[in-house]
T-cell receptor, first 114, second 113 residues
Framework: AQSVSQHNHHVILSEAASLELGCNYSYGGTVNLFWYVQYPGQHLQLLLKYFSGDPLVKGIKGFEAEFIKSKFSFNLRKPSVQWSDTAEYFC????????????FGGGTRVLVKP | DGGITQSPKYLFRKEGQNVTLSCEQNLNHDAMYWYRQDPGQGLRLIYYSQIVNDFQKGDIAEGYSVSREKKESFPLTVTSAQKNPTAFYLCATAPPVSAGELFFGEGSRLTVL
């Protein structure tokens, strides 16, 4: 079975700082990769996704993620964060052989100080 | 409005009682899912259903039950057999060719007293 690990449980940074959240998965087959975000009091929503092609994918609100197959990683980045980026971020993996089932990482809570 | 409606948003129950969480969708999606969210553990899959009248256990199905009698509805019952039921429960849906992309409801927070 696949598993997903996110390296940091909590991240605190100031506005305009750069953000990078690590995500590694364990599955040897073909995968689809996702980052979801949960803003305070809101439902989970898709930030970005990777299915195939260019391993550098861009999502909403200036976020991007890079798929490195050899490292089984899909790290999320944003060059300059804003206070409104305060949220919990979840990496998720779909093994294509598993249909539509998603396996999630433990989440990273990001607090951006104004 | 199109979307996924979970109810109730907050629920308290005494130990030993069963409770049913509702999930209704009008997105016309075939697949529906129940996840449980606990701090530091992310989301864990409880049950999922790819089609009406069919459902499968996820990774943590013990102590839970579901039904899928209608395409729009996928209620989750938290039974008294669930040892640690206090959690945030999320319902999600997916269209037929979603490749894993899910759409989430706003969640139901269950507290067992």
């Amino acid at each position: 079975a696949q598993s997903v690990s996110q390296h940091n449980h909590h991240v605190i940074l100031s506005e305009a700082a750069s953000l990078e959240l690590g995500c590694n998965y364990s599955y040897g087959g073909t995968v689809n990769l996702f980052w979801y975000v949960q803003y305070p009091g809101q439902h989970l929503q898709l930030l970005l996704k990777y299915f195939s092609g260019d391993p550098l994918v861009k999502g909403i609100k200036g976020f991007e993620a890079e798929f490195i197959k050899s490292k089984f990683s899909f790290n999320l980045r944003k060059p300059s964060v804003q206070w409104s980026d305060t949220a919990e971020y979840f990496c998720a993996v779909n093994a294509r052989a598993a249909g539509n089932k998603l396996t999630f990482g433990g989440g990273t809570r990001v607090l951006v100080k104004p | 409005d199109g979307g996924i409606t979970q109810s109730p948003k907050y629920l308290f129950r005494k130990e030993g009682q069963n409770v049913t969480l509702s999930c209704e969708q009008n997105l016309n999606h075939d697949a529906m899912y129940w996840y449980r969210q606990d701090p530091g553990q992310g989301l864990r899959l409880i049950y999922y259903s790819q089609i009406v009248n069919d459902f499968q256990k996820g990774d943590i199905a013990e102590g839970y039950s579901v039904s899928r009698e209608k395409k729009e509805s996928f209620p989750l019952t938290v039974t008294s057999a669930q040892k640690n039921p206090t959690a945030f429960y999320l319902c999600a849906t997916a269209p037929p060719v979603s490749a894993g992309e899910l759409f989430f409801g706003e969640g139901s927070r269950l507290t067992v007293l």
